[in-house]
T-cell receptor
């Protein structure tokens, strides 16, 4: 399975500021995703990070609030913009690979715990 | 819109007992995952179920999938304290996108 790292692991930010979260994978992967887990809740997909093109956002999430980059097959960033306390969550990236007609499992990174004050 | 429902949401059981967690979903899917999450941690993949009738077992956990009924189960056999965690099912739809159930918070008491 792929080894996924995220930076930062946690942060405390002031409202109105922005934070960029990095997701790095130790091998090339086909798909990368960003999820949010609000306190005590389940996970919700924010967007699919597409390599070399704009991310595909789920209903309720917009590019201005959550800009995403994916410059290559091993790296992606998620920015949480103009933060408010409601953005306090754990943000997780996940990856899935497809190759030679085989689809591999989807794995999750360790997460970034964000607190907005 | 795909809905994924787990029950129970909270489960307190004694060591040595058996129990089943249910995951119902509202549309057809290629894959269904079961994940475990310990407090403050990320998700650990337990099982991925690919086809109707699939059954997978690992230790005291066994997962099954009935695509016709749109139902997956996670069965716990002779529970031990180390199994205390939150368990999520997740249904995969087009583009490998996952929709998660609400999670089942399992507490195994001595």
């Amino acid at each position: 399975s792929a080894v996924i790292s995220q930076k930062p692991s946690r942060d405390i930010c002031q409202r109105g500021t922005s934070l960029t979260i990095q997701c790095q994978v130790d091998s090339q992967v086909t798909m990368m995703f960003w999820y949010r887990q609000q306190p005590g809740q389940s996970l919700t997909l924010i967007a699919t990070a597409n390599q070399g093109s704009e991310a595909t956002y789920e209903s309720g999430f917009v590019i201005d609030k959550f800009p995403i980059s994916r410059p290559n097959l091993t790296f992606s960033t998620l920015t949480v913009s103009n933060m408010s306390p409601e953005d306090s969550s754990i943000y997780l990236c996940s990856v899935e690979s497809v190759g030679a007609g085989v689809r591999y499992e989807q794995y999750f990174g360790p997460g970034t715990r964000l607190t907005v004050t | 819109e795909l809905k994924v429902e787990q029950n129970p949401l909270f489960l307190s059981m004694q060591e040595g007992k058996n129990y089943t967690i249910y995951c119902n979903y509202s549309t057809t899917s290629d894959r269904l995952y079961w994940y475990r999450q310990d407090p403050g941690k990320s998700l650990e993949s337990l099982f991925v179920l690919l086809s109707n009738g699939a059954v997978k077992q690992e230790g005291r956990l066994m997962a099954s999938l009935d695509t016709k009924a749109r139902l997956s189960t996670l069965h716990i056999t002779a529970a031990v304290h180390d199994l205390s965690a939150t368990y999520f099912c997740a249904v995969e739809t087009s583009g490998s996108r996952l929709t998660f159930g609400e999670g089942t918070q399992l507490t195994v008491n001595p």
